[in-house]
């Protein structure tokens, strides 16, 4: 069945850099999750989309954008990037905002 | 705000030994809880999810129980063996209008040795 699918799985970007990871969720499914999982940390939830709307809004950076497409992909886009933002990026979908999430696989972004 | 705490932080148990690994959370008005395992540096697995009306799941050698009005939940793994290694997540749905809005642990490294 399909998953999940993120993109870069790794990125490497210097100090007040941009980024943008990518999220696919399972075709059907409407409603995209971010979460930011720091080395050793718990992950923390960042923004969610709902029908291509901002559902909900954790500790998300305002340096840090997210949207959703017409084709329910997200993208995650991160400006001036300091060192903290090195992390683990989790994305996680379900349909009509429904409790049970599927999580992709994560993409690791390390900033130098 | 809902906090959700795991003990014991880290486990190291010889292979065979039965074991469990605590959750609790301070806001009982749940959706769900969910265990996940996670790999060094990798995705997350989701192993069980209890729905809040629900008080147990299993699945092969894990069991998770839920005792909502208290706040707990416990993951019970059976006859451990060395690929169960890895860190253990407890996440908790809250109620209400928080789609999606998982709050985690931070987790239990399990190492099970041979």
């Known amino acids: 069945a399909a998953g999940v699918i993120q993109s870069p799985r790794h990125l490497i970007k210097e100090k007040r850099e941009t980024a943008t990871l990518k999220c696919y969720p399972i075709?059907?499914?409407?409603?995209v999750y971010w979460y930011q999982q720091g080395p050793g940390q718990d992950p923390q939830f960042l923004i969610s989309?709902?029908?291509?709307?901002?559902?909900d809004k954790g500790s998300i950076p305002d340096r840090f954008s997210a949207q959703q497409f017409s084709d329910y992909h997200s993208e995650l886009n991160m400006s001036s990037l300091e060192l903290g933002d090195s992390a683990l990026y989790f994305c996680?979908?379900?349909?009509?905002?429904?409790?049970?999430?599927?999580f992709g696989a994560g993409s690791r972004l390390t900033v130098l | 705000k809902q906090e959700v705490t795991q003990i014991p932080a880290a486990l190291s148990v010889p292979e065979g030994e039965n074991l469990v690994l605590n959750c609790s959370f301070t806001?009982?008005?749940?959706?769900?809880l969910q265990w996940f395992r996670q790999d060094p540096g990798k995705g997350l697995t989701s192993l069980l999810l209890?729905?809040?009306?629900?008080r147990e799941q299993t699945s092969g050698r894990l069991n998770a129980s839920l005792d909502k009005s208290s706040g707990r939940s416990t993951l019970y793994i059976a006859a451990s063996q060395p690929g169960d290694s890895a860190t253990y997540l407890c996440?908790?749905?809250?109620?209400?209008?928080?789609?999606?809005?998982?709050?985690f642990g931070q987790g239990t490294i399990l190492t099970v040795h041979p």
């Open positions: 989309f709902y029908e291509k709307m901002q559902s």
């Open positions: 806001d009982s008005a749940i959706y769900n």
């Open positions: 996680a979908s379900s349909y009509d905002r429904g409790v049970i999430l599927t």
């Open positions: 075709p059907r499914h409407d409603t």
């Open positions: 209890i729905q809040s009306s629900q």
């Open positions: 996440a908790v749905l809250a109620g209400g209008t928080s789609y999606g809005k998982l709050t």
